[in-house]
């Protein structure tokens, strides 16, 4: 029992012992957490949906322990039309209750029980009726080449849409599903299909095998004229005695491109089980291809959902997307452990489910696909969320949670990719096998039930031999925000070299936070030697410390992060950096790109000038490894798009990024070749749009636009000649095409996208009418994006584009402010905290700061989650604008 149950338990036997009868609890309307005297057991939902409605009809029978006397229990719904409620008490007896939604916004409910019931078992039956949401929540529908289909998405807390119940993670319990639905369609489930009878008319209820314990935000079911299509059977091994059915659902006639995802999931399974000594316990799998979805893609725990492009494949399907179906799929079938099997107890500890996806589908990459280099995206992808991290609005890790807003914007960067990445961190400082057995001891401890930060740190540190400081230490990065910055000096003391070392708070130049903080932080650095280098690690954890480097010469050079393995930046002398920029080709492939991130960091804290960083990182560019040598990019564009002021500095920085990239373009060529290695494909897309888009050099830009005409042209049917153009290209090469036809391009691509199913085409052409660089075709492209051709989950790819000027920006706000009702009907509260993102991200002045606060503060209350959201785009802004303030122009022409 739940501790904080067994002490309500307690306090009722005292109450009771106290009085003849107990007293109803005299509580207010729970805003928060639901009280713990009331917990569910177990539930029957039995629902009646035709896609093809408006509304659908459901049952929820929930068996309930009632721990103290009340007349009346706390529930989530919302949206729900409750019209009968049945109350069944320990003996049998019914009698009627009633169910009175009293914060509608909230999703909280109240259900009277008629009268004071003592402490018992229970049984409550709730009859409703409720309309399938617009806005990709609880169960919802969508439309797909004109067919309409209905399925689910429950996380983080809309399952109370679909159904009432108590709708938190800790509430874990097995549920019985039935659907009733038309005769000629389909309904998968969580679980097997184990009957199906008529029930009258053209209808059919379908049952399902009962789950395992899960919470709410993990049911799932979907309904519609599905092609199913099976896969390989996933083979019993040492951990699962029976074979696995595998199976793929996706839209009517697309059942056919599941093949190359069915074919990578057995490879997948298996490495996760054998990682966690543990088999996968929910008796089938069903991958999803979603025709339209709020996330990237669910854990539902034997029905995993996905947007559609990440599943539907075939020989010409973008690179990109081959690539991240696989990453993705790993991502969500580790979850089938951390999150499904042992769920976080509650949402301040979402990193449980999120940060260990993620590390662990970098892991079953490494593994499964080595080529993929998921080692290096794990770096990138820390890198990433450190820009987010370096905001003094930024989130903890475990941040307390306080109402739906704050469950809702946890799903950013900080608990998937810093969370990542400390996990990382931590398990290279005790060791990857060490770790492991940390890892299966936590599943074991915990399986099918819930667990918080504490069990999983207890179990690493057991299995690990650590005490106390290696507890505070993990939690120094669970428990407060923040990238730790690290500064070195070397020196030379009787004969020893010393690299001293100092650690506080990683401030950009403009911030007003305070830099004094402490971390544990594992620091291993590598230095050279007269030979070749060293690696050395020491725990600091205390606001200075020192490394005395063996072997080390008088003219070492030290890279402050060895293996990039650390989640922290770190600076060094302006000579230490020249030193270390000779000695660039030393470095392993994570180290070159923690030394990017670190002179980006240098720049943006005013350390380093624009002179510095085009010396400091024309040696990447030149990098054999795809992902270092893109890695400048970023930090080029800013000074190019924010810093650069005139013709001449623009055109400076161009012939910088042509010099260094052109030849490397022109070499790949712009078309696919026939058996080219996965990541020369993709290195050809990164180039083509930074070159084309960003830094618009006319060769490549020619180029593509002769692809984009091709991709214009029409067939003999009336449609776009799309396959014209390189699969990895066309999206780019229709942008240059929008950009140098204007508006008969435009309007092609209106034309042809509300005829166009396919997912990879779509986001082509999405991302091309985003590119619009005329107040006139933006705001054309805008228009469209708020009407129905566009789907509610494809509404963000035009809206995010038309920032890079400062003319751009204020046309993107004219539009987005007069048009703010229509973009917020159709954004659903899990995407609510994103939108001040949405209408100013990019910005880069004080002006554009403050319209942004002046517009959202009065709203904040209609937006879940946007104070956040609010917050912290505002600070991006005022940043940007105080670097550009503190960057001389003139260092671009140095």
């Not at 793929?248 to 093949?259: D, F, K, L, S, Y």
């Not at 937006?863 to 912290?872: K, M, P, W």
């Amino acid at each position: 029992m739940h501790r904080l149950a067994q002490s309500l338990v307690l306090t009722a036997l005292a109450a009771c012992c106290g009085a003849a009868i107990a007293a109803t609890p005299a509580d207010g309307v729970p805003h928060g957490r639901l009280p713990r005297w009331a917990a569910p057991e177990s539930y029957q939902l039995a629902f009646k949906v035709d896609p093809a409605q408006q509304d659908f009809t459901g049952t929820t029978t929930i068996k309930l322990a009632l721990k103290q006397a009340a007349d009346h229990i706390w529930i989530n719904g919302r949206d729900l039309n409750v019209g009968k409620v049945t109350i069944t008490d320990a003996s049998g007896r019914q009698h009627a209750g009633k169910y009175v939604t009293v914060d509608m916004k909230a999703g909280v409910a109240r259900v009277d029980l008629g009268n004071v019931l003592q402490p018992q078992t229970i049984t409550l039956t709730l009859d409703y009726t409720a309309p399938l949401n617009q806005q990709l929540q609880g169960l919802y529908k969508v439309n797909h080449a004109g067919t309409p289909y209905a399925m689910t998405q429950m996380e983080p807390v809309s399952a109370r849409f679909a159904f009432p119940g108590f709708d938190e993670p800790d509430f874990k319990t097995p549920y019985d599903i039935a659907l009733t639905i038309p005769s000629a369609l389909t309904g998968v489930a969580n679980t097997s299909q184990i009957s199906e009878t008529p029930a009258g008319g053209a209808w059919k209820t379908l049952q399902f095998a009962r789950t395992q314990p899960l919470p709410t935000y993990l049911v799932a079911f979907a309904v519609g004229p599905w092609d199913v299509v099976n896969g390989p059977t996933i083979t019993a091994d040492s951990y699962r005695s029976e074979p696995l059915p595998l199976r793929g659902v996706a839209t009517q006639g697309e059942g056919h491109r599941m093949q190359h995802v069915l074919s990578e999931t057995p490879s997948i399974i298996h490495t996760l089980e054998n990682y966690y000594g543990f088999g996968y316990p929910f008796g089938k799998l069903d991958l999803l291809a979603a025709p339209d979805f709020s996330a990237g893609a669910m854990e539902n725990p034997g029905l995993v959902t996905f947007r559609d492009w990440f599943l539907l494949l075939d020989p010409q399907s973008p690179t990109k997307n081959v690539r991240d179906s696989f990453n993705v799929t790993a991502h969500e079938l580790a979850h089938q452990w951390t999150g499904d099997t042992v769920t976080l107890a509650w949402w301040d500890d979402l990193w449980l489910n999120e940060a260990f996806a993620t590390w662990m589908q970098q892991k079953v990459t490494m593994k499964v696909h080595p080529e993929y280099r998921a080692d290096l995206d794990r770096i990138a992808a820390a890198e990433n969320a450190m820009e987010n991290d370096s905001l003094v609005s930024a989130r903890k890790i475990r941040q307390p949670i306080t109402g739906i807003g704050d469950i809702e914007t946890a799903f950013d960067n900080i608990t998937y990719r810093k969370g990542a990445a400390v996990l990382g961190m931590f398990e290279g400082y005790v060791g990857e096998d060490v770790f492991q057995k940390g890892m299966r001891a936590y599943i074991q401890q915990h399986k099918f039930g819930n667990a918080t930060a504490d069990d999983l740190i207890d179990a690493i540190a057991t299995t690990a031999n650590q005490g106390t400081a290696f507890k505070q230490a993990f939690d120094s990065f669970l428990n407060q925000a923040g990238v730790p910055y690290v500064q070195t000096t070397l020196e030379h003391e009787g004969g020893k070299t010393i690299l001293h070392l100092s650690q506080g708070r990683y401030l950009p130049i403009g911030s007003t936070g305070d830099a004094t903080r402490v971390w544990g932080i594992p620091v291993c650095v590598r230095y050279g030697t007269t030979s070749s280098s060293k690696t050395q690690c020491e725990m600091l954890d205390k606001p200075e410390g020192t490394m005395v480097l063996a072997d080390a010469g008088t003219s070492a050079w030290v890279m402050p992060n060895a293996n990039a393995r650390g989640y922290y930046r770190f600076s060094m002398s302006k000579p230490a950096w020249a030193d270390l920029t000779k000695h660039v080709d030393a470095l392993n492939d994570g180290e070159q790109l923690a030394y990017a991130d670190s002179i980006d960091a240098g720049f943006r804290r005013g350390d380093l000038d624009a002179s510095d960083v085009l010396t400091a990182l024309q040696p990447l560019a030149t990098a054999k490894t795809r992902e270092v040598a893109v890695a400048p990019l970023s930090t080029v564009m800013w000074i190019y798009r924010y810093e650069a002021n005139t013709d001449a500095q623009r055109t400076a920085i161009a012939d910088w990024v042509t010099k260094a990239y052109l030849p490397r373009m022109e070499q790949l060529g712009y078309q696919r070749k026939a058996g080219e290695a996965d990541g020369d494909s993709l290195l050809r897309t990164t180039l083509a749009h930074a070159l084309a888009l960003d830094f618009n050099v006319p060769e490549v830009r020619t180029a593509l636009l002769k692809q984009g005409d091709a991709a214009l042209s029409k067939k003999q049917d009336g449609s776009l000649n799309l396959a014209a153009a390189d699969p990895d290209l066309l999206g780019d090469a229709l942008a240059v095409a929008v950009q140098e036809r204007g508006k008969p391009a435009v309007d092609a691509l209106i034309a042809e996208l509300p005829r166009t199913t396919d997912p990879a085409l779509r986001n082509a052409m999405l991302a091309a009418l985003s590119a619009a660089n005329t107040p006139e075709l933006a705001n054309e492209a805008r228009d469209f994006a708020i009407t129905k051709q566009v789907k509610v989950g494809e509404m963000a790819a035009i809206l995010r584009g038309g920032r890079d000027t400062p003319a751009a920006r204020d046309a993107l706000w004219q539009w987005f402010t007069a048009h703010y009702d229509q973009v917020l009907g159709r954004t659903g509260s899990f995407a609510s905290g994103f939108v001040p993102r949405l209408a100013g991200g990019g910005g880069c002045s004080t002006a554009e700061a403050d319209r942004l606060d002046t517009y959202f503060k009065p709203r904040l209350k209609d937006l879940a989650g946007a104070d956040r959201g609010l917050a912290q785009t505002r600070e991006q802004i005022l940043l940007c604008a105080a670097l550009k303030a503190k960057q001389d122009s003139a260092a671009i022409l140095r």
